[in-house]
C-alpha cells in the first residue's frame, strides 16, 4: 500500500509539473520509466546522414526547432516490435510542429522488410528512416537495441532509454510535454 501512494504521489507531482520548466527525471523513473537516464550536461547529437525511405539523406539537423524522440530499432528486435506501437500512439497524439518521433533503422533492415514490419505492426505515423551502416548509431553510442535518445530544440541529447518502454504512457507523455514547455 505505502509504496502504491509513493508511486500515486510521485506521479501527480510530475503530471502537475508537466508545464513547469526543467524536466523532472526522477519523477519519471518513479512513475514508470525506471530505465530512463538524463545526462548532466546535454550533449550536441552528431550531424551524421541517413537514409529516408526515398534513399534521400537526412541528418537530425534537419528537424532543428523541435523536440525530437529518436529511437533506434530493427525489424528483428523483439523487444522492438513490443515498443514500435507506442512509439505510433505517441506520434499519432503529439507529433506537430513541437515535437517528432523519429525511429531510425539500425543495420540491414531493407526496405520492404521495414515496410512488411510497419503493416504487420498496424505502424501508421511513423517515418521510415535507414542508418544503414549504423554510421549515426555509433556516432551517438548505441551499442544496442532498442535505444531511445530524447533530443532538446537545440540539437543537444538531454536523455536515453535503453531497452523498450511504452511510450504512450502518461510519464513518457509528461515527459514530452515539460521537454516542449515555452
Not at 500515486?8 to 512513475?31: E, H, K, M, S, Y
Not at 550533449?43 to 537514409?51: E, K
Amino acid at each position: 500500500m505505502r509504496a502504491s501512494l509513493v508511486l500515486i504521489t510521485a506521479f501527480l507531482g510530475f503530471a502537475n509539473g508537466a508545464l513547469a520548466g526543467p524536466v523532472d527525471w526522477q519523477a519519471a523513473r518513479d512513475a514508470g520509466l525506471a530505465k530512463i537516464a538524463d545526462l548532466p550536461e546535454p550533449v550536441a547529437a552528431p550531424d551524421t546522414v541517413f537514409l529516408n525511405a526515398a534513399g534521400e539523406e537526412r541528418s537530425l539537423a534537419d528537424w532543428q526547432g523541435k523536440v525530437l524522440l529518436v529511437n533506434f530499432w530493427a525489424t528483428w528486435c523483439a523487444p522492438c516490435r513490443e515498443e514500435m506501437p507506442s512509439l505510433d500512439a505517441l506520434q499519432q497524439e503529439l507529433g506537430g510542429d513541437d515535437f517528432e518521433v523519429l525511429t531510425i533503422a539500425s543495420g540491414r533492415n531493407p526496405l520492404p522488410a521495414i515496410e512488411k514490419f510497419y503493416d504487420e505492426n498496424g505502424i501508421e505515423t511513423l517515418p521510415i528512416l535507414r542508418d544503414e551502416r549504423q554510421s549515426l548509431a555509433r556516432a551517438m553510442g548505441v551499442l544496442g537495441l532498442p535505444v531511445t535518445v530524447l533530443i532538446d530544440r537545440e540539437g543537444h541529447e538531454v536523455a536515453r532509454l535503453i531497452g523498450d518502454a511504452d511510450w504512450a504512457s502518461e510519464p513518457a507523455k509528461a515527459v514530452i510535454a515539460q521537454l516542449t514547455a515555452p
